[in-house]
């Protein structure tokens, strides 16, 4: 069965860092694109950053461009987003989601069910 | 950067009815457009990839149409766990986007 399970959430300051931690099972984590997309309060979805299965290329909204950084560890079987400068605008539930297809993006087939992240002084 | 659009931005069926959702692009994504479905406190759901092939799981109800830039969701016979929001989302080009939203509720 196809886990995936955000942390890392929590409160924090504006211009404050966070680093979210998505762990992952049931499947082989190193084939499979991953991303990041987050749902600000009563809002809809918004794509966040994605990363390829290698962890070679990676997209970002723009935006976040400049400071989130996503990565992965496929040692570990587990994803992160690294979010630096972080604004009120940014507090939201950011989910990770694993691609539908082995080595190229794709939509997204399964879903964690999200940490939040709440930017306030 | 592509911008999606739905519409309407809320749907009031009847249970039994058929409902029909658009899903816009701003230039064309060719077929690689998705539907998810998101009930309240509740993680999206896969319904269709590729524009028109159903996800693992989804019952014959859903389908989905379209090419380029005009995409529809239709739900056949409404159920009563079908109430929810859909989304579109185009993965063609980057940045991937969401449409805003479909908020599909009970007449």
């Known amino acids: 069965e196809v886990q995936l399970l955000e942390s890392g959430g929590g409160l924090v300051q504006p211009g404050g860092s966070l680093r979210l931690s998505c762990a992952a099972s049931?499947?082989?984590?190193?084939?499979?694109?991953l991303s990041w997309v987050r749902q600000a309060p009563g809002k809809g979805l918004e794509w966040v950053s994605a990363?390829?299965?290698?962890?070679?290329?990676?997209y970002y909204a723009d935006s976040v461009k400049g400071r989130f950084t996503i990565s992965r560890d496929n040692s570990k079987n587990t994803l992160y987003l690294q979010m630096n400068s972080l604004r009120a605008d940014d507090t939201a539930v950011y989910y990770c989601?694993?691609?539908?297809?082995?080595?190229?993006?794709?939509?997204?087939?399964?879903w964690g069910q999200g940490t939040l992240v709440t930017v306030s002084s | 950067e592509i911008v999606m659009t739905q519409s309407p931005a809320t749907l009031s069926v009847s249970p039994g009815e058929r409902a029909t959702l658009s899903c816009r692009a701003s230039?064309?994504?060719?077929?690689?457009l998705a539907w998810y479905q998101q009930k309240p406190a509740q993680a999206p759901r896969l319904l269709i990839y590729?524009?028109?092939t159903r996800a693992t799981g989804i019952p014959a109800r859903f389908s989905g149409s379209g090419s380029g830039t005009e995409f529809t969701l239709t739900i056949s016979s409404l159920q009563s766990e079908d109430f929810a929001v859909y989304y579109c989302?185009?993965?063609?080009?980057?940045?991937?986007?969401f449409g805003q939203g479909t908020k599909v509720e009970i007449k």
């Open positions: 989302q185009q993965y063609d080009y980057w940045p991937q986007a």
């Open positions: 230039q064309s994504v060719s077929s690689n």
């Open positions: 989601a694993k691609d539908r297809i082995e080595y190229y993006f794709d939509s997204s087939d399964y």
């Open positions: 590729g524009a028109s």
């Open positions: 990363i390829s299965y290698g962890g070679g290329s990676t």
């Open positions: 049931g499947f082989t984590f190193s084939t499979f694109a």
